[in-house]
């Protein structure tokens, strides 16, 4: 039964005075929104789901507006709004009530995402009256703002009721338990002093307010015509609230949801300041992503790319969770792995540098720190953490000399001394522990997973062996930084020989292909008959027949004899070229082999996944799955690392068709976004995107390659053929922020350099012999030869090098 609100109104409409609230026909949010891209959503997609991202709070519901159950990694609770580690609602609902009829805004006719806010249009309702539901989570706040701005399309004024209700479901995060947190059942109540709804779990100072600087005429706890079925323990509380809409015109109401899983007092607190400072948080927030799109603005004739290059970074700023008392980082993907992870952020960040960004990969890395050594306290870096500061893999061995490599480019790219300083004694702890603790027959390559989380695949992995060869490599130039030249040179001999056997070892000819892994015959017959039994299930029979061919020819081998093999031709068997340490003649062969394994929208995670359709094969992956599997998967990390290991060897033409492939899949489901899983499955949002698209474009393409420590930018342009004019503007390197145009001119270049620091030097170079004629501002120069390179360094704020 609904209660009417005489004294509460009274007592209300006093405090809200105190207050100063705007009035519920004041201007909408959506004129602080002129001017800002928008994208919008496919009809076919309104039923898939969406994010409106903050640091700390984010809503994920369904782009009809709906709030369904949804997500694995705790069945059906992955949705609704989270101020982690706990959640606040499974969502919440609305709708329009006149003359005794309700209609339920539960199915919005369009969708538009923009960078930092999300609408909702509901444009069918029996009164004539459109309703676009607007929202944004201001940045540093545990609340989000929902305001409806309903249009009168109507010759007469209207009126209705509008009733919110919310439905709490305070919850913990995955593997709360370990923490101690345990869910209770919500209770909701009215708060008579605020206007608001107030939820609380039973158990715990968790708590959740929602409501309006406008007076609420009814409030009821319970049930309503328009809720929607849920799981959990949650509770509902709606407000009611009266509108008027002359003809023609618009009324704006805005909805304020707040939590603290500390108090009561600080939600209210959160909900009032939200309230009365909606419009000037939104302006911050339209500010500072102003900033993110200017800072390493990119424009290219590829303009898919370019748009899609754009809307990373927004999409890197989304992935931020901000925890007190745990730590500040980039998540791996939104909406079931909104928490911290090694490998994933060891991928990302490298992306975010490029596109010139230091504040979240500093704190990033110091959480992963901070987690990693209260859970190992040897060097090894964590795989996942939840929110709640629960590891729950201690890590794969692939992490920690990812790690050491992403020390150091975070060394190149900043400058930091202190830094490094600080993080360097990890990297020496962390490589120690890779030799010592997991290579038992000590032949330097580690044995255990790394990047395939496939049972059974767990010896000596590719990408093991690639990443730890580079991490050598990188810890031996952060010692040379330290002053430590022995263990420099340490480092170096380990480098050199690992590089020695993955070109030897791991290199399978008969395939053209570097091996999934090194093991004993026993171990390959037995991960044989499991792949066997993958692809026949996939109906791959190309596969199946490679297979058992493969295990008639190993079938008479000694058992415990030890070889590089070819299974599943997984990605990772490309991270030599990734890295650059695979020998030229067998990285040309091996990225040809490499090109079998494709669809339109990028590279399989398992190469025998693939069928003869695969390259037609445009349309939706998530159709295609009943259950949660990456099982046939194409994904934005394999094809992202395929770009860079074509750049690596010359071959920035076949560089750009595979970044042309993934970023079909840019906002194929959600608008503003790639899928992890190409092209609707898996994460909406994931981290690795950035690296994927931003490293081959910028250390690439653009050929930007820093060394801020030594205040020096090196260049070394590998553009695409298609691309004859390019621009990256205002990339932070260091206190330096650069600009550089390119553009060819027939069979020469020419490139127009700015920077803000004029005593840093910008090293020009090219490979020898390739230009005839070099000229500095217009005059004629020699440039300096060294490596099989031709290089001119300049300094001072700008400059035009052209190349003939």
Request: some cysteine; proline content about 5%; overall charge negative.
């Amino acid at each position: 039964m609904r209660l009417k609100l005489t004294l509460a109104i009274t007592l209300a409409l006093t405090f809200f005075q105190c207050q100063k609230p705007q009035p519920a026909s004041s201007a909408s949010l959506q004129e602080i929104m002129q001017g800002v891209e928008g994208i919008e959503g496919k009809p076919s997609y309104l039923n898939s789901p969406c994010v409106t991202s903050g640091d700390r709070l984010y809503v994920v519901g369904h782009q009809d507006g709906t709030f369904p159950d949804l997500g694995w990694h705790v069945t059906g609770e992955m949705g609704g709004i989270w101020d982690h580690p706990i959640k606040l609602m499974d969502g919440f609902a609305a709708a329009l009530r006149t003359d005794g009829q309700t209609h339920c805004l539960d199915r919005a006719e369009r969708f538009v995402k923009y960078p930092f806010a999300s609408s909702h249009f509901y444009e069918k309702t029996p009164l004539g009256v459109s309703v676009e539901r607007f929202q944004f989570v201001p940045d540093g706040e545990e609340a989000v703002v929902v305001e409806f701005v309903f249009e009168n399309e109507t010759q007469t004024a209207q009126s209705f009721t509008f009733d919110f209700n919310g439905m709490t479901d305070l919850r913990p995060v995955w593997l709360g338990e370990r923490t101690g947190m345990e869910d209770g059942g919500d209770f909701v109540r009215f708060d008579e002093s605020t206007g608001s709804m107030v939820g609380k779990d039973s158990l715990n100072d968790w708590f959740v307010v929602w409501g309006s600087v406008q007076v609420p005429s009814e409030h009821e706890i319970g049930s309503q015509a328009c809720d929607f079925e849920r799981a959990g323990r949650g509770a509902n509380g709606s407000l009611s609230y009266p509108i008027s809409v002359q003809a023609g015109g618009t009324a704006v109401l805005p909805i304020v949801i707040a939590g603290s899983y500390q108090s009561q007092t600080a939600a209210v607190k959160t909900l009032q300041n939200l309230q009365r400072n909606a419009g000037d948080l939104l302006r911050s927030k339209k500010e500072r992503y102003a900033g993110i799109a200017a800072t390493a603005r990119l424009t290219v004739p590829d303009k898919n790319i370019q748009q899609a290059f754009e809307w990373v970074k927004y999409n890197t700023d989304w992935l931020i969770r901000d925890v007190p008392g745990q730590g500040r980082g980039i998540s791996a993907g939104t909406p079931d792995y909104p928490w911290w992870f090694g490998c994933d952020s060891e991928y990302a960040l490298p992306g975010v540098l490029a596109t010139g960004r230091t504040d979240i990969v500093f704190s990033t890395i110091d959480l992963l720190k901070k987690l990693s050594d209260e859970t190992n306290g040897n060097g090894r870096i964590l795989h996942e953490a939840s929110t709640n500061g629960s590891v729950f893999n201690p890590g794969n061995i692939n992490e920690t000399p990812q790690f050491a490599s992403l020390i150091w480019t975070t060394y190149q790219w900043t400058g930091d001394r202190a830094f490094l300083k600080k993080y360097y004694p990890l990297v020496k702890q962390g490589l120690a522990w890779l030799l010592k603790e997991n290579d038992a027959d000590g032949n330097l390559l580690p044995d255990g997973f790394g990047m395939m989380e496939i049972h059974g695949l767990d010896s000596e992995m590719i990408d093991v062996a690639a990443y730890t060869c580079q991490a050598f490599a990188d810890a031996a130039n952060m010692a040379d930084e330290m002053g430590e030249t022995e263990q420099a040179a340490e480092y170096r001999k380990v480098a050199e020989q690992l590089r020695q056997r993955i070109n030897s070892e791991f290199w399978v000819p008969e395939f053209n292909s570097y091996a999934d892994f090194i093991g004993t015959t026993r171990q390959a017959l037995h991960l044989i008959d499991d792949a066997i039994v993958r692809a026949d299930t996939l109906g791959k029979p190309w596969a199946v027949e490679e297979l058992r061919a493969t295990k008639a020819k190993i079938a008479s081998l000694p058992p415990d004899r030890k070889q590089g093999f070819v299974l599943y031709h997984n990605w990772v068997v490309n991270t030599p070229m990734e890295t650059g340490i695979a020998d030229p003649e067998k990285a040309v062969a091996a990225l040809e082999t490499g090109s079998q394994f494709v669809n339109p929208f990028g590279m399989f995670v398992t190469g025998i996944d693939r069928d003869e359709t695969a390259g037609q094969d445009e349309g939706s992956f998530a159709a295609k799955k009943k259950i949660f599997s990456y099982v046939g998967a194409v994904m934005t990390l394999p094809t992202g690392v395929q770009a860079i290991a074509e750049n690596n060897y010359g071959r920035p033409d076949e560089a750009l068709d595979y970044l042309q492939r993934m970023v079909r899949s840019f906002s194929y489901a959600m608008p503003g976004s790639m899928y992890e899983v190409s092209p609707d499955f898996g994460m909406m949002a994931q981290a690795w995107n950035v690296y994927a698209l931003a490293v081959p474009v910028v250390t690439q393409f653009f050929g930007i390659r820093p060394e801020a420590q030594n205040r020096l930018v090196n260049l070394r342009p590998l553009m695409p053929s298609t691309w004859d004019e390019a621009s990256l503007e205002n990339l932070t390197i260091g206190d330096n922020s650069l600009t550089m145009k390119y553009l060819r001119q027939g069979s020469g270049v020419k490139i127009d350099l700015t920077q803000t620091k004029t005593d840093w030097k910008i090293r020009v170079a090219f490979p020898e012999g390739k230009f005839k004629k070099w000229t500095l501002n217009g005059k004629v120069v020699t440039p300096e030869r060294d490596g099989g390179l031709e290089m001119l360094e300049v300094s001072g704020a700008t400059n035009s090098v052209e190349v003939f």
